[in-house]
């Protein structure tokens, strides 16, 4: 296989990878907003104690901040993907 051929399909297996890590990432992400949502109609339908409250509150944030991350890594993925310079992700 020449070079060229062997750089295309590295270039072409990175690329199904990161689009497959992004939709995963997209799947990830809408279910952390569903369970923020059920956070926020549990801690507004019901009496709650202050320390469940705060538990709730504590979730809330976990979660916000797991969102973000998440979203910066997605944004990151597309964004190699758009310039399209796709690498392969080495887990060692």
């Known amino acids: 296989m ?4 062997a750089e295309a ?3 072409n297996v990175a690329k199904r990878s990161m689009t ?3 939709k995963q990432l997209s799947g990830l992400i809408a279910g952390l907003r569903k369970s923020l949502e059920e956070i926020h109609k549990e801690r ?3 009496k709650l104690t202050g320390a469940e409250m705060g538990m709730l509150d504590e979730r809330r944030n976990n979660l916000l901040l797991t969102i973000a991350a998440l979203d910066d890594r997605l944004s990151a993925v597309q964004g190699l993907i758009d310039l399209g310079r796709p690498h392969v992700i080495r887990v060692h």
């Open 9 to 11: 399909r590295r270039h």
């Open 2 to 5: 020449r070079q060229s051929q």
């Open 20 to 22: 497959k890590e992004a």
């Open 44 to 46: 507004s339908g019901t």
